[in-house]
């Protein structure tokens, strides 16, 4: 069973960063792929970042405009998301995922979630 818990969301203006945090306990296997994902109301899950646990090979969708990073601390179990040069629309819950189903962006493939943190950017 793993446990991840979010940090760092908050509000910041238009053009700020932020770096959201998750601390993962638990079993990490080599062979899992690490996410976020955010969401606002009224609609799906929107694929954020992923990176494999092991070699730390990422996926970004184009969509991010290479605004956002991820990353990872295999010695510490923290997964990380660095986010620059945010906007009003970046505004959503930060959701961190854990799956054994392959770095990729699809909600239903990651088995384990956190209980999300808010990320407002003010206009």
């Known amino acids: 069973q793993v446990q991840l818990v979010e940090s760092g969301g908050g509000l910041v203006q238009t053009g700020g960063s932020l770096k959201l945090s998750c601390t993962i306990s638990?079993?990490?296997?080599?062979?899992?792929?690490l996410a976020w994902f955010r969401q606002t109301p009224g609609t799906e899950r929107e694929f954020v970042a992923a990176?494999?646990?092991?070699?730390?090979?990422?996926v970004l969708p184009g969509s991010m405009g290479g605004r956002f990073a991820i990353s990872r601390d295999k010695t510490q179990n923290m997964l990380y998301l660095q986010m620059n040069s945010l906007k009003p629309e970046d505004t959503a819950v930060y959701y961190c995922?854990?799956?054994?189903?392959?770095?990729?962006?699809?909600?239903?493939?990651?088995?384990?979630w956190g209980q999300g943190t808010q990320v407002t950017v003010s206009s």
């Open positions: 995922s854990a799956g054994v189903k392959g770095v990729n962006g699809i909600a239903e493939l990651y088995d384990y």
């Open positions: 990176i494999a646990w092991s070699s730390g090979g990422t």
């Open positions: 638990g079993y990490t296997a080599d062979n899992y792929a």
